[in-house]
């Protein structure tokens, strides 16, 4: 069995576990006169700071602005040890950093809820059949969450319906890093958000090519064979009703005037009344357009995620332990996040640093705000159960005991339901 890659070392108190060597939980930022570790700073703050020259915000904001994800479970918070049922001799101790000892009861009861919520899965195998073995596997999971703010400037026009230009002669036109957005700053490590906003001092008039500055177009409808750029007022059209007689005959030999045309025999363009122009839609009839600059901003959380799973947990998809609860063992904050030390482990060290190696990379037009690098232990119970020479086995999967199975033996659907997965809470 593969060894952990953490030693198992316990330390006989909460507050003393959390100052051991091997566990980590900071904070830091990048200069000593802001906030010390033990600090969190409020968004307030972030947009009440004061101007600043190299940065485009205040560089405390390396420190927590919102909490850190915690850890659900303490070294102590461990379930009571109970007889081993064919235990691998090499199993780790009960009192292993991270380890949670489940027993046989416990173990058929998480599996008979499991497969309740499978309405076509027989309850047999799991009631009946008996628990073979039971194997304690460790497994890390690293992450890199790195928090990036990302500007790019985009054209946009509109109408010009009148009022004042903000233009080059109020002032110069301010670059994209320029701008002031610290009252839209998000909470850090929010997944996304996005905001527009005009930069000062990038409008200036520009006349509609469409018609040509006049704000009206020749009429698609009675100016079509026109030249571009002409119109002719005053075009009829033949009466549909007394095609052009201004007469309505009738059955008797008489005829009376036609309602239609009134007489006339002709009717005006129904979409300009023969006036030859119509308003131009693209300017909507102002006959110019305000250019401006916008400038999009989006702050977005890239993710770096890798799992170290021993062999007897590399069935499980890595999505599964991510999801999982388990305990943290390192979480730092920083600008750009180095590899974590653990005094006792050198393969969680190099864990830790193949994590950080596969950072996420940054679009040339985004700047890192700042990044956090967690290492958690999700305690993993592997069993296996028998019956004859009929066996099968599944996990349970972190502190929120999680079953994870895919060979169940009686699957009276053959898998070809979705078993009512959606009534599971």
């Given at each position: 069995?593969?060894?952990?890659?953490?030693?198992?070392?316990?330390?006989?108190?909460?507050?003393?576990?959390?100052?051991?060597?091997?566990?980590?939980?900071?904070?830091?930022?990048?200069?000593?006169?802001?906030?010390?570790?033990?600090?969190?700073?409020?968004?307030?703050?972030?947009?009440?700071?004061?101007?600043?020259?190299?940065?485009?915000?205040?560089?405390?904001?390396?420190?927590?602005?919102?909490?850190?994800?915690?850890?659900?479970?303490?070294?102590n918070q461990l379930i009571s040890s109970q007889p081993s049922y064919n235990r691998d001799k090499q199993s780790h101790p009960s009192n292993e950093f991270g380890r949670q000892i489940l027993d046989e009861v416990e173990i058929r009861h998480l599996l008979i809820d499991h497969?309740?919520?499978?309405?076509?899965?027989?309850?047999?195998?799991?009631?009946?059949?008996?628990?073979?073995?039971?194997?304690?596997?460790?497994?890390?999971?690293?992450?890199?969450?790195?928090?990036?703010?990302?500007?790019?400037?985009?054209?946009?026009?509109?109408?010009?319906?009148?009022?004042?230009?903000?233009?080059?002669?109020?002032?110069?036109?301010?670059?994209?890093?320029?701008?002031?957005?610290?009252?839209?700053?998000?909470?850090?490590?929010?997944?996304?958000?996005?905001?527009?906003?005009?930069?000062?001092?990038?409008?200036?008039?520009?006349?509609?090519?469409?018609?040509?500055?006049?704000?009206?177009?020749?009429?698609?409808?009675?100016?079509?064979?026109?030249?571009?750029?002409?119109?002719?007022?005053?075009?009829?059209?033949?009466?549909?009703?007394?095609?052009?007689?201004?007469?309505?005959?009738?059955?008797?030999?008489?005829?009376?005037?036609?309602?239609?045309?009134?007489?006339?025999?002709?009717?005006?363009?129904?979409?300009?009344?023969?006036?030859?122009?119509?308003?131009?839609?693209?300017?909507?009839?102002?006959?110019?357009?305000?250019?401006?600059?916008?400038?999009?901003?989006?702050?977005?959380?890239?993710?770096?995620?890798?799992?170290?799973?021993?062999?007897?947990?590399?069935?499980?998809?890595?999505?599964?332990?991510?999801?999982?609860?388990?305990?943290?063992?390192?979480?730092?904050?920083?600008?750009?996040?180095?590899?974590?030390?653990?005094?006792?482990?050198?393969?969680?060290?190099?864990?830790?640093?193949?994590?950080?190696?596969?950072?996420?990379?940054?679009?040339?037009?985004?700047?890192?705000?700042?990044?956090?690098?967690?290492?958690?232990?999700?305690?993993?119970?592997?069993?296996?159960?028998?019956?004859?020479?009929?066996?099968?086995?599944?996990?349970?999967?972190?502190?929120?005991?999680?079953?994870?199975?895919?060979?169940?033996?009686?699957?009276?659907?053959?898998?070809?339901?979705?078993?009512?997965?959606?009534?599971?809470?």
């Open positions: 069995m593969e060894q952990p890659l953490l030693k198992g070392e316990s330390c006989d108190k909460e507050d003393d576990w959390r100052s051991c060597d091997h566990v980590s939980k900071t904070a830091s930022g990048r200069v000593p006169l802001y906030p010390t570790e033990t600090e969190e700073v409020s968004l307030e703050e972030i947009r009440s700071a004061s101007i600043f020259s190299e940065s485009v915000y205040p560089l405390f904001i390396h420190h927590a602005l919102v909490s850190s994800p915690e850890a659900d479970h303490t070294i497969v309740g919520h499978h309405f076509c899965w027989g309850g047999y195998p799991a009631k009946k059949w008996k628990i073979i073995s039971i194997e304690d596997c460790n497994v890390y999971v690293g992450t890199l969450e790195t928090f990036i703010e990302e500007r790019k400037a985009i054209k946009a026009r509109e109408p010009y319906f009148g009022g004042k230009i903000d233009g080059k002669e109020e002032g110069v036109e301010l670059g994209l890093w320029e701008l002031d957005l610290r009252s839209e700053f998000p909470p850090l490590f929010m997944p996304h958000k996005e905001t527009r906003t005009k930069i000062p001092h990038s409008e200036l008039l520009e006349r509609c090519s469409d018609c040509e500055g006049r704000g009206e177009i020749a009429c698609p409808m009675c100016c079509d064979q026109q030249q571009p750029g002409y119109h002719k007022p005053n075009q009829m059209s033949q009466c549909f009703a007394c095609h052009g007689r201004g007469l309505i005959a009738h059955q008797d030999g008489s005829d009376s005037i036609c309602k239609k045309c009134s007489g006339i025999g002709k009717l005006p363009c129904a979409t300009c009344g023969s006036r030859g122009l119509v308003k131009c839609q693209a300017c909507d009839g102002q006959g110019s357009f305000l250019m401006f600059s916008t400038a999009v901003t989006r702050w977005r959380t890239l993710s770096t995620r890798k799992v170290a799973a021993s062999s007897g947990a590399a069935s499980v998809p890595d999505e599964v332990f991510h999801k999982a609860r388990g305990v943290q063992l390192h979480n730092t904050q920083a600008y750009q996040c180095t590899p974590a030390f653990f005094a006792d482990s050198v393969q969680l060290n190099k864990f830790s640093s193949e994590v950080i190696a596969d950072r996420s990379s940054i679009p040339p037009s985004a700047r890192v705000i700042c990044e956090r690098h967690i290492i958690s232990v999700v305690p993993v119970t592997r069993v296996t159960m028998a019956d004859h020479n009929r066996s099968f086995s599944f996990y349970v999967i972190g502190y929120n005991k999680e079953v994870y199975i895919t060979n169940y033996p009686s699957k009276l659907c053959w898998g070809l339901c979705c078993c009512l997965e959606w009534m599971k809470p």
